[in-house]
Nanobody, 126 residues
Framework: VQLQASGGGLVQAGGSLRLSCAAS????????MGWFRQAPGKEREFVAA????????YYADSVKGRFTISRDNAKKTVYLQMNSLKPEDTATYYC????????????????????WGQGTLVTVSS
């Protein structure tokens, strides 16, 4: 599976961005998809994950209520809608794929993912 993330950019605090991650391969629905982020000098952290069908979603507490993860299996794409952005959301955002089945614990950990995209930079100005 190859992943290509896009949609990052510079936005003012309170604004919105939508990230996209396009996947290759024919078995996209067999993968849980996740978004992670890494700020300079910090470890990579979990942001959101979605099950293969899209029926289950999981979020980090720091983004709950502001970010929404979704997927379109026909387009082999996963999205991250980010609203009410804060300067502390500034980071490089990575999408990742994990071959199912996975537990919730592994879907919320970077160690649980098999494939990673190249990252897209999100900068939120105050």
């Amino acid at each position: 599976v190859q992943l290509q993330a896009s949609g990052g950019g510079l936005v003012q605090a309170g604004g919105s961005l939508r990230l996209s991650c396009a996947a290759s391969g024919r078995t996209f629905s067999m993968y849980a998809m996740g978004w992670f982020r890494q700020a300079p000098g910090k470890e990579r952290e979990f942001v959101a994950a979605v099950s293969g069908s899209g029926g289950s979603t999981y979020y980090a507490d720091s983004v709950k209520g502001r970010f929404t993860i979704s997927r379109d299996n026909a387009k082999k794409t996963v999205y991250l809608q980010m609203n009410s952005l804060k300067p502390e959301d500034t980071a490089t955002y990575y999408c990742a794929a994990a071959l199912l089945p996975r537990t919730i614990a592994t879907m919320t950990s970077a160690l649980g993912y098999d494939y990673w995209g190249q990252g897209t930079l999100v900068t939120v100005s105050s």
